[in-house]
């Protein structure tokens, strides 16, 4: 790569050496790497505990599922040559190699092994999840700040005498300007979502459920924060059969069970790992180790 202090870029005529970015890049990378061997580690106790392993075919499987996971609900696989091509824009976007990925879909297999076991797609849970993508849903746009005072100017905002701007306009924009939520920088608006989708907080399940389409609800407290709901529509059941909607969706939502056991058994897994910094190289920040990044879905 050079000696310390061959120039790596040039800063306003001024070059940046090796010597002077060293320390910030073994900071992040060096982070990164010890996270990510905090996770593999744990996940080889487990899995030996267990008597389990990782196979290439397990591997294999994983690639095919996030494949499969960018035809969206269309069914299937794609073709050979699509599928090189879907890989090569998750690599692309996810700022991975090849190698990274392939470690990403290992730790994937083997988290997946851990949970598999314990996962069952009960009628239950397919009629649950029935509803949820088939039953009535709601079109809203919400915002999410952090504090109350801020939530209740704002809606104060929203319910004053206005310059014939429409709510949702009104709403979109206070959204883009102040909200947390991810979905501030589409103006607020969320997927359809219905009230009985358990992946959604309750408080915001009983805004939709008791907002009528056109208003603005209260001030809704969520664990991040304080939110304002406007619901636009309601949407009515679409009309699929519970038959119909388990021969297509079946593997599909035992796949989204198992990655929601995946992201609590992850957790667990880091949180009772044990680090204990050796030097100064990576900082104060590796005192509470963090969780890893989201494996490759």
Same mark, same amino acid.
């Not at 690599?91 to 990925?101: E, K, N, P, V």
């Not at 704002?154 to 206005?162: F, M, V």
């Given at each position: 790569m050079g000696s310390?202090?061959?120039?790596?870029?040039?800063?306003?005529?001024?070059?940046?050496?090796?010597?002077?970015?060293? +320390?910030?890049?073994?900071?992040?990378?060096?982070? &990164?790497?010890?996270?990510?061997?905090?996770?593999?580690?744990?996940l080889a106790a487990e899995l030996q505990r267990v008597g389990l392993s990782v196979t290439s075919a397990m591997v294999d499987a994983e690639r095919a599922l996030l494949v499969a996971a960018g035809q969206g609900d269309s069914g299937g696989l794609a073709a050979p040559g699509d599928a090189s091509q879907r890989l090569s824009e998750y690599? &692309?976007?996810?700022?991975?190699?090849?190698?990274?990925?392939t470690r990403q879909l290992r730790r994937n297999a083997?988290?997946?092994?851990?949970?598999?076991?314990?996962?069952?797609?009960? +009628?239950?849970?397919?009629?649950?999840?029935?509803?949820v993508r088939h039953g009535?849903?709601?079109?809203?746009?919400?915002?999410?700040?952090?504090?109350?005072?801020?939530?209740?100017?704002?809606?104060?905002?929203?319910?004053?005498?206005?310059?014939?701007? @429409?709510?949702? &306009?009104?709403?979109?924009?206070?959204?883009?300007?102040?909200?947390?939520?991810?979905?501030?920088p589409r103006g607020g608006l969320l997927?359809?979502?219905?009230?009985?989708? @358990?992946r959604a907080p309750l408080a915001l399940r009983q805004a939709l459920l008791s907002t009528e389409p056109g208003q603005l609800?209260?001030?809704?407290?969520?664990?991040?924060g304080y939110a304002?709901?406007?619901?636009?529509?309601?949407l009515s059941a679409t009309g699929v059969a519970l038959g119909a909607f388990e021969a297509l969706q079946r593997d599909s939502i035992r796949h989204g069970l198992e990655r929601e056991a995946m992201d609590a058994l992850l957790a667990r897994l880091v949180s009772r790992a044990v680090v204990v910094p050796m030097g100064a190289s990576f900082g104060s920040s590796l005192g509470t180790p963090s969780t890893p990044g989201t494996p490759a879905r």
């Open positions: 310390p202090e061959t120039p790596l870029a040039v800063v306003n005529g001024e070059p940046v050496t090796i010597a002077e970015l060293g +320390p910030e890049l073994l900071e992040r990378a060096g982070r &990164a790497a010890l996270e990510g061997l905090i996770l593999d580690r744990a690599l &692309a976007s996810a700022g991975l190699d090849r190698a990274a990925l083997a988290l997946r092994a851990l949970v598999a076991p314990g996962v069952v797609l009960t +009628p239950q849970r397919l009629a649950l999840e029935h509803r009535e849903r709601s079109i809203a746009r919400v915002i999410v700040v952090a504090s109350a005072s801020l939530a209740q100017r704002l809606r104060e905002r929203l319910t004053a005498p206005g310059d014939g701007t @429409p709510l949702p &306009a009104r709403f979109a924009s206070l959204a883009f300007e102040f909200s947390a939520d991810e979905s501030a997927a359809p979502l219905s009230v009985d989708d @358990p609800s209260g001030l809704v407290g969520l664990p991040s304002l709901v406007l619901v636009e529509q309601r």
